[in-house]
């Protein structure tokens, strides 16, 4: 499963590390790209990894995510 999320409040190469460390860390999940100028991140995950429990954990590390439908 592929979600898409918009994020806000990333100012830094550190945020962006932040992220796809946190949201990385996930069992069950295989890939996280994040583009700060594009204020987005594409996380490759298994079905059981639930897109809401990703957006919570963004949310928890200081952020604000939105999920994208496709």
Known sequence: MKTILKIEGMH????TGSIERAVGRVEGVKE????????RAVID????????S??????????TAHPVEK
């Open 32 to 39: 996280v790209k994040v583009d700060r100028e594009a204020g």
């Open 12 to 15: 830094c190469a550190g945020c």
């Open 54 to 63: 990703i957006v919570a954990l963004v949310n928890e590390i200081g952020f």
């Open 45 to 52: 995950h298994e079905a059981r990894v639930s897109r809401e």
